[in-house]
């Protein structure tokens, strides 16, 4: 989101200007450089906490020691505590991906000097961040910290609070310990931490707490934080006063208990992650449910019989997050034909979020069952049905709903299906839509306008397309601006109506060279599919940016297709003249040959193929050299004296700065050219033992004349 400004939000690719070289004594900054600007400032300076939160979690992603500082800089800033502090919000919001986190140990001096603090809410965030480490990484900086009577009771009680959140032996051995600690207050936080964290009711007797004690050290993490929190849930349901407070705790064991599950999950083979699955989506609890749903999409097996029933009755679970996540999987597993399903839970549905992820899912789940060749047979009234709620969705003042809306109306009319009447309608209804999107300012414009653009292209709306969408794609396509999409999506709903149309246009406006990556890549695009030998010049120039290179060669190479023998050759001798950049022009030279092959023009062919012949050698490629001297051979039944084939091979064989031994190579792999039967190739034979007495070491050498055998060329 920080990125937005640099980055074309439509393909997720830097928007790369026209290259304008900068005087030398003032090199411009690099993308990198101009992102961590931006990133700082949104971290120190940023107007609300998603800001500051949205940097960090950039930050955190970029490996380079930069944008570490710059987070490193923030955890030690007093004067910025709030920047700190979110710090340890991404930390703790990456926790789950610490093996993402490049060099986590940068972060482990601040974290431990900020639990030297005052602030509660810096320590508890601190101490929540810490859970990027691996428990031995720190359990006996933070065991030193919470024993050492050196220490004000406060920074030792602090140790205790960050020792608390880790269910392991240790913690309970060392919080027993400071329950008798000199220090009353010390020992008055050691006995309310085993309460808190590990149940132990609080008036326990040392006779009873030693029993108790003995009995945590004897279950695994994962059995830990499963018994808490179950008694947190029931604390939780029994003590209104104190719900908050517990179910922050709760959430806290639950990442964690979700985490132990995870590496169990991981380890398992597949069968035993079948039952890992079907076990925990009949889970009392919810947090198990969610997890298991989110751990269907990359199952690796198939959906069992027994699966398919508790992925449909997740629909309609108990718990929202839930049926969200059921519906957010089923939308991926439409082979399941949950439309049925989908569309009762829909019908009763309360909840807006839900709702749009069932309909989202529904729409899937429709497009899947109705596309050609579908196994799956659903009454045609579920459809109708889907549409009809995607029209009324669409049409919806609220942005997510009406986007939602177009997107399943794009699905199910992109089916090409619907009666010229009815598609009308639906084609007017999304026109009607973006004009007001329009006319708001609204930012669903850009996926509206992409939806039109995608109907365009299909044949049985195209006429109604133009009508309704043709003025729409060419008012957005002179809107200012290019950071949002929209132009890009009026270049490809152009190109969709009528692209030698589109084509004709976007020259007329010099789009080639415009600032938007998005419109050029478009423009680029419909060059290559309808073109002629006229964009071949402007195409050749892009073959230098860095953004525009490898598409630009792509609609070069689609219009040379569509040429003569004659035509590609001359820009293979062209682009050799033109840029640094050999295997195209082998590719091109490998075209040309080709299409004189088939136009039969003998002469054009070996043209060319001695150009290819000598791009191949120097490229080192000896396989593809040995091919063109065989054709050559098979040509001329022989060589004949100064056959310039003959001769650039010569002049690569006496080149000293090529390899011994890859001229050997090549040597070998011209004895090995097949002779059609009957053929002598006495002088042939005569040049391959002159080149090996003069270029292969004796303890290479190979017979130079094969059993003559029919040649396959």
Not at 397 to 418: C, E, R
Not at 454 to 463: D, E, I, R
Not at 558 to 584: H, K, M
Not at 685 to 709: C, H, I, M, Y
């Amino acid at each position: 989101m920080l990125w937005a400004a640099y980055v074309d939000v439509s393909r997720g690719q830097p928007a790369i200007a026209e290259t304008v070289s900068p005087p030398k004594e003032q090199a411009p900054p690099s993308e990198s450089d101009l992102q961590l600007r931006v990133l700082r400032t949104a971290l120190f300076q940023g107007p609300t906490d998603q800001n500051r939160l949205d940097a960090v979690l950039v930050l955190l992603s970029r490996q380079d020691r930069e944008a570490r500082a710059v987070l490193l800089s923030a955890l030690l800033a007093k004067e910025t505590p709030a920047a700190g502090r979110t710090v340890c919000l991404g930390l703790i919001r990456r926790r789950g991906l610490s093996g993402m986190i490049a060099n986590r140990n940068d972060f482990l001096e601040p974290l431990l000097g900020i639990l030297m603090g005052d602030s509660a809410e810096d320590v508890r965030l601190a101490s929540e961040a810490l859970l990027v480490f691996e428990f031995d990484q720190i359990s006996e900086r933070l065991a030193t910290l919470a024993r050492s009577k050196d220490l004000a009771a406060r920074i030792r009680i602090n140790a205790m609070y960050a020792l608390r959140l880790w269910p392991e032996k240790e913690v309970v051995t060392v919080l027993a310990e400071l329950v008798d600690d000199p220090d009353p207050e010390v020992a008055a936080a050691a006995r309310k931490t085993l309460t808190e964290a590990f149940g132990i009711p609080a008036a326990t007797d040392p006779q009873t707490l030693h029993a108790l004690l003995l009995q945590l050290q004897a279950k695994t993490p994962g059995q830990i934080m499963r018994d808490l929190m179950m008694v947190l849930r029931d604390q939780a349901a029994m003590q209104s006063d104190r719900t908050r407070r517990i179910e922050a705790e709760r959430d806290l064991w639950r990442q964690r208990y979700l985490a132990v599950l995870d590496r169990d999950y991981i380890g398992s083979d597949q069968a035993a992650k079948g039952k890992i699955l079907l076990e925990k989506l009949g889970s009392e609890l919810a947090s198990e449910r969610q997890w298991a749903l989110r751990k269907v999409p990359a199952f690796p097996g198939t959906i069992s019989p027994e699966m398919r029933v508790l992925l449909l009755a997740a629909v309609s679970d108990s718990d929202r997050d839930v049926r969200i996540e059921a519906a957010r999987v089923l939308a991926g597993k439409s082979a399941l034909n949950p439309a049925e399903t989908l569309l009762h839970q829909l019908e009763q549905e309360k909840d807006k979020e839900v709702s749009l992820a069932l309909f989202s899912a529904l729409g899937e789940a429709c497009l899947f069952a109705f596309s050609p060749g579908s196994p799956i047979k659903l009454d045609p009234g579920i459809k109708e049905n889907t549409l009809d709620r995607a029209g009324k969705f669409l049409q919806s003042d609220d942005p997510s709903i009406s986007t939602q809306g177009a997107d399943v109306v794009a699905k199910l009319m992109g089916l090409n299906s619907l009666a010229t009447e009815t598609a009308q309608t639906y084609l007017k209804m999304l026109a009607d839509r973006y004009a007001r999107a329009k006319a708001k300012s609204e930012k669903i414009q850009v996926p509206l306008l992409s939806h039109m653009a995608q109907l365009a292209s299909v044949p049985g709306y195209k006429t109604k397309a133009g009508e309704f969408f043709q003025p729409l794609f060419l008012e957005a396509l002179d809107t200012p601006g290019s950071g949002n999409g929209l132009r890009e999506a009026a270049v490809n709903g152009l190109a969709a109506l009528d692209k030698s149309a589109a084509l004709k246009l976007f020259r007329e406006k010099n789009l080639a060279n415009d600032s938007s990556a998005g419109v050029r890549r478009g423009v680029i695009a419909v060059a290559g599919d309808v073109g002629d030998v006229s964009d071949l010049n402007w195409l050749l120039k892009k073959l230098t940016s860095n953004g525009d290179a490898e598409t630009a060669w792509q609609a070069m190479i689609a219009i040379l297709n569509r040429q003569g023998a004659e035509v590609v050759y001359s820009w293979a001798v062209q682009l050799g003249d033109t840029t640094a950049n050999p295997p195209r022009q082998r590719e091109l030279l490998g075209l040309a040959a080709s299409k004189a092959d088939a136009e039969k023009n003998e002469s054009l062919a070996a043209q060319v193929r001695i150009l290819l012949l000598d791009a191949h050698l120097k490229a080192g490629d000896i396989p593809k050299a040995g091919a063109v001297v065989a054709w050559r051979l098979l040509q001329q039944k022989d060589i004949a004296a100064g056959d310039p084939f003959i001769g650039a091979v010569e002049a690569w064989l006496a080149n000293p700065e090529v390899a011994a031994d890859k001229k050997t190579i090549l040597i070998q792999t011209l004895a090995g050219v097949i002779k059609p039967e009957g053929a002598a190739w006495t002088n042939w034979t005569a040049k391959l033992r002159l080149w090996e007495e003069q270029f292969v070491p004796q303890s290479d050498a190979g017979p130079t004349n094969p059993p003559a055998s029919e040649s396959t060329s």
